[in-house]
């Protein structure tokens, strides 16, 4: 399980979820097995630890 560890990274993988970049801009995230919607990022970056899809 991904965990903070308070020092601006990530230990560890968030499973299940992948990430890409919608047309305004922003990262959203997904679920991979199902493929619905989890969240969108507006404060500008990516997330931590969530790979990015293809």
């Known amino acids: ?3 903070n560890t ?3 990274h990530r230990d560890g993988a968030v499973k299940n979820r992948t990430q890409f970049k ?3 801009g922003n990262y959203v995230k997904r679920d ?3 493929g619905r919607f989890i969240d969108q990022k ?3 970056g990516k997330f931590k630890g969530v790979r990015k899809e293809k």
């Open 42 to 44: 507006t404060s500008g």
């Open 6 to 8: 308070g020092k601006n």
């Open 22 to 24: 919608s047309s305004n």
């Open 1 to 3: 399980m991904a965990g």
């Open 32 to 34: 991979a097995t199902t």
